[in-house]
């Protein structure tokens, strides 16, 4: 079976959705999440302190900072703003897809393990994470 | 069901081959295909403007440039050549195999998103990705 | 069918378990491998010469040294100590979930590809990696 999520970003960071997930899961299987989207990702991490997330956001955005950054002046395709091609460098490293093996309607995720958006973007966005299961 | 696409690579960039796999895929499922190298990966990004990927490659090479650079001279895995080891780093950083839904025959690609092929290596290769289909 | 597998691990490198799932996987198929970890990865790499192991896992110690490092001063995820926010860096860029195609009770994988658990962390672990085959 199929499904879509939409999960709504306003600037980058992560948005859990592990909830909506698990809550449309059933049986034993295979889950696979795709996002149709080239400047934000999939990414599975830890859902307990919520630091980990901030502190992650702030490593890839120095790993790839806006292109108004000296350091990023070789880039050229910049006429969607500073933001634009470091997302699509962020979203290159970072999942676009994840396969999540499913157990008697319950995904077999690690104890701090939690399904998120990574938005790479700084304006708001609705993202449309794609789900399969069979 | 199952297949092999043959990618033919002249170095270093991103080499679509959307239309070749969209020819082949039919029915409702899931799509898997995965590169069976360690020094080239696949990578779904944006087709529309072709700054994007020379940009892409252009980041990758940055952020593990050749082994003749001088911050690179701690690498001992260098007889294959000054682009080797570093093809191996941003074969681990970029994917090995992506699942992409289908639905009546489409895959579920967003607007922007095309299938490539990211060289890593300076030579002509002929990469070989293998695609599973059910 | 799944199963899962345990990996021990003694510090930061990559540990391969190619063997141990090519005598599990059976038929034709697809395979997948999903780690269950936020501090560890999964990756599949050249399986030969020993020292592309030892080169990526000094790679990716530089690309996110230890928080104890000045260039890391700005993370604040701290308290479990200076190798952990890295971990959860290097497992957000190397992947969490494979797949793999099964043909004939075969992996078709390429000639030197191996799979290894990439543990991140300092301290001796045992990371679980389930499978799913189907």
Sequence with gaps: MQTTFHIHTTG???????????????GTGLLTLFIQHTSASLLIQENADPEVRTDLTEYFHRLAPPTT???MSYLTHTYEGPDDMPAHIKASMLPV????????GTMALGTWQGIYVF???????TRKVVAHLA
Excluded: M
């Design 69 to 71: 950054d000296p350091t």
């Design 119 to 125: 938005e790479h973007r700084n304006a708001a966005h």
């Design 12 to 26: 980058p960071g992560l948005y859990e959705f592990t909830s909506e997930v698990a809550a449309w899961v059933q």
């Design 97 to 104: 897809s994840l396969s999540i093996p499913v157990v008697n």
